[in-house]
């Protein structure tokens, strides 16, 4: 398989639907994801594939596709990656971060975990400290800071971590084609991600008369690609303008050499190669076969994560509710959506994902953790084509 890495560029602000109806009768207003599912990526750019190949669409053509591997998106800014805040980071009104560990649960207490053998997860404040509502801490970390708090370093947050997106509203009316007037009563409103800038944290009240740069910083964004066979031909020719998300607002796609930022970062593999405990930080949303729990963990919530002989225990997991995720399939799929000759086309069937983000908390029961690096951002999804698409890239760290 040839790797390659792609710079997008969005043109105009991604539609990135979540999962409520809109359209005709059954909703004007659309609702917007905070962040392009990798489904959404990963289809775009086997469409441009397929296309640049001058393909005649059929299951063939579909199943060769579905073979390409799209990893990402993750923002790039002056040539440093961003990853999505991990769950086990805590912060306060006064800006102190605290770090939720698993803890041992003391007699006489308890708690209705989904699992046998799960400790609640928990941050280490002391006894006579008062309680306090988590505030919302900026959405995407560079990678510098994010290996020292998978390192167990403190950090602070500063102006180089990066919000989420603002959402960009617009309002359409339906018109007349009679007279070219808006009908009566005709109006919906659609939400959309502007991905060209991110503002940085903490400046809405301190930006005074600062240039725009101090307050937004200009983003790229960057996915890694995977291709055999013909697609590995027609990869090169898939540059260009492409419709990304729904409707048909285009992105600039232009392969890049950016390899160097898929790499697990050199303090981190250090530090793997004498722990005992491990965390698995999910960078994408991820879909396991039993919901919140990966399929390789056992009933006894042990196993090795793919491609690695690392045995681990779970013992602990920070994550949040789950989310749904569809979609709109052109080939015939059945009711698992695989494709299938006897199948139709249409949308797909809602799943569960954990968002990213979601900690998971291990002990090692067996081989090297040092070969954890070597699956830095690769997928812990239970299925084939789920890996492929980009959901559940993972990154690791002590704790």
């Not at 990853?83 to 003391?106: G, K, T």
């Not at 609640?120 to 505030?135: E, N, S, T, Y």
Request: contains cysteine; charged residues 25%; aromatic residues 8%.
């Amino acid at each position: 398989m040839s790797l390659a890495s792609f710079e997008l560029t969005p043109r105009d602000p991604i539609i990135a639907r979540d999962s409520r109806p809109f359209g005709a009768g059954q909703g004007n207003r659309m609702r917007s994801l905070d962040w392009p599912l990798p489904s959404v990526i990963a289809g775009s750019l086997r469409t441009a594939i397929g296309k640049a190949a001058q393909k005649e669409f059929s299951l063939a053509v579909a199943r060769d596709l579905l073979e390409v591997s799209v990893h990402g998106v993750f923002p790039l800014v002056d040539d440093r990656l961003y990853l999505p805040a991990p769950a086990d980071c805590v912060l306060n009104e006064h800006q102190r971060l605290y770090c939720a560990r698993p803890v041992e649960c003391q007699p006489g207490e308890g708690c209705d975990l989904p699992e046998a053998g799960l400790r609640p997860v928990m941050i280490d404040l002391p006894v006579d400290a008062p309680d306090f509502k988590p505030r919302q801490g900026p959405t995407w970390w560079p990678v510098e800071k994010y290996a020292r708090w998978l390192a167990g370093e403190l950090i602070e947050f500063d102006s180089q971590f990066l919000m989420a997106p603002e959402f960009e509203e617009r309002t359409h009316v339906v018109i007349e084609p009679a007279t070219g007037a808006a009908e009566e009563g005709q109006l919906f409103s659609t939400a959309g991600l502007p991905l060209r800038f991110l503002r940085r944290w903490q400046t809405d009240t301190q930006h005074g008369e600062k240039p725009c740069l101090d307050i937004h910083a200009e983003i790229k964004l960057v996915a890694r690609v995977g291709v055999t066979g013909w697609c590995e031909d027609a990869l090169p020719k898939a540059k260009g303008l492409h419709p990304t998300g729904g409707e048909r607002r285009l992105v600039h796609w232009q392969p890049v050499d950016r390899s160097k930022h898929w790499n697990c970062p050199d303090s981190i593999a250090e530090r793997l190669q004498s722990a005992e405990r491990v965390r698995m930080i999910l960078a994408t949303p991820a879909i396991f076969a039993t919901g919140w729990k990966p399929a390789w963990l056992s009933s006894e919530l042990e196993g090795s994560p793919p491609g690695s002989s690392v045995r681990l225990r779970l013992v602990g997991a920070a994550i949040q509710r789950w989310r749904a995720v569809s979609g709109w399939s052109l080939a015939k799929i059945n009711e698992d959506g695989r494709l299938d000759e006897g199948g139709k086309s249409g949308p797909k069937p809602i799943r569960r994902m954990v968002p990213s983000g979601g900690v998971y908390f291990f002990e090692i029961l067996g081989g090297a953790a040092e070969s954890l690096s070597s699956n830095w951002l690769q997928s812990v999804s239970d299925d084939p084509q789920d890996q492929r698409d980009g959901f559940g890239l993972a990154t690791w760290g002590t704790w």
